[in-house]
């Protein structure tokens, strides 16, 4: 049992430090995000998709979905302390460019934080 975790950690580990050398990398944030498994929390969205949520209306798709799976599995929705104004600012320009369930997350992750006044 010892050894799964450790195993478990060295390759959270890597996939942390390669996510710091290419943060926009989209795979890697989901693969990331997959291998965190139950420990999911908003902290680890923030490190799996700020990068790439900055980056691309793709990433701030997979921010937001990220954040919705997160709330459905633990209740635990998008909180203030994981955001700063770039990455609110970002969200907000790629809203318009996102269609159906993606521009759905996005949405409810900013009006969660209450940021989106509609």
């Known amino acids: 049992m010892q050894?799964?975790?450790e195993r478990r950690e060295?390759?959270?580990e890597t996939l942390r430090r390669s996510l710091k050398q290419d943060p926009t990398n989209l795979e890697l944030a989901n693969r990331y995000w997959k291998a965190i498994g139950s420990a999911q929390c908003g902290g680890y969205v923030?490190?799996?998709?700020?990068?790439?949520?900055?980056?691309?209306?793709v990433g701030a798709a997979a921010f937001g979905r990220a954040y919705r799976e997160l709330f459905s599995c633990s209740g635990e929705g998008p909180r203030v302390a994981h955001f700063d104004e770039p990455l609110i600012q970002a969200l907000e320009a790629y809203l318009p460019q996102l269609?159906?369930?993606?521009?759905?997350?996005?949405?409810?992750v900013l009006q969660t934080l209450?940021?989106?006044?509609?």
Request: proline share 0%.
């Open 3 to 5: 050894g799964d975790l």
């Open 10 to 12: 060295k390759v959270l």
């Open 46 to 57: 923030h490190d799996a998709y700020r990068g790439a949520a900055l980056a691309s209306s």
């Open 99 to 108: 269609t159906g369930e993606d521009h759905s997350n996005v949405k409810w």
């Open 114 to 118: 209450g940021v989106l006044n509609e």
